[in-house]
T-cell receptor, first 113, second 113 residues
């Protein structure tokens, strides 16, 4: 299957700072990428859908000014958590759409102290 | 997208077949059945999908009932590495970008030696 990478795999940041997470499709071009987050012992929740070259579409309850998404190319999407708070600590997962499937990255564990 | 119902947990002996059921009684004619799994602290992994015919690949088999109201994912010879949460998802669309995946709670499969 197709491969999606995320960087970093783990990050610890202080409250009030911003952190950027990169999502790359390594062997396919993803016109659409999705960002999910997953709290402990919970299922994945979609945060936003991004199409290359256009603004992301955010799910209800997700603040677009806090979670900045940039999908500048067919192989790269970034999620920036701005002014992070401890409640933003979570497992962030991206996926790229290709054909009828979505391929997921390995996830980024964010801890805000 | 139609809702799915899965048992919260199942056990399976190593080397035996694991049969994971999924009910999707409100599935529409153009909705596909997808299966993903998530091993602890990793991103979801695509397993298989189907519309109405049974499907088989190197990972698993998917059996869909004739009325399409339920399906079963079969792992023919479960190993300890198959321990994961398995998600059954129904989704409209031919292309990966046509609609995100909505994750329920899934079935936690524990493969025991």
């Amino acid at each position: 299957g197709a491969v999606v990478s995320q960087h970093p795999s783990r990050v610890i940041c202080k409250s009030g700072t911003s952190v950027k997470i990169e999502c790359r499709s390594l062997d396919f071009q993803a016109t659409t990428m999705f960002w999910y987050r997953q709290f402990p012992k919970k299922s994945l929740m979609l945060m936003a859908t991004s199409n290359e070259g256009s603004k992301a579409t955010y799910e209800q309850g997700v603040e677009k000014d806090k979670f900045l998404i940039n999908h500048a190319s067919l192989t790269l999407s970034t999620l920036t958590v701005t002014s992070a708070h401890p409640e933003d600590s979570s497992f962030y997962i991206c996926s790229g759409a290709w054909g009828r499937e979505q391929y997921f990255g390995p996830g980024t564990r964010l801890t805000v102290t | 997208d139609a809702k799915t119902t899965q048992p919260p947990s199942m056990d399976c002996a190593e080397g035996r077949a694991a049969n994971l059921p999924c009910n999707h009684s409100t599935i529409s004619g153009n909705e596909y059945v997808y299966w993903y799994r998530q091993i602890h602290s990793q991103g979801p992994q695509y397993i298989i999908h189907g519309l109405k015919n049974n499907e088989t690949n190197e990972m698993a088999s998917l059996i869909i009932t004739e009325d399409r109201k339920s399906s079963t994912l079969i792992l023919p010879h479960a190993t300890l590495r198959d321990t994961a949460v398995y998600y059954c998802i129904v989704r409209v669309g031919m292309g990966g970008s046509q609609g995100n995946l909505i994750f329920g709670k899934g079935t936690k499969l524990s493969v025991k030696p």
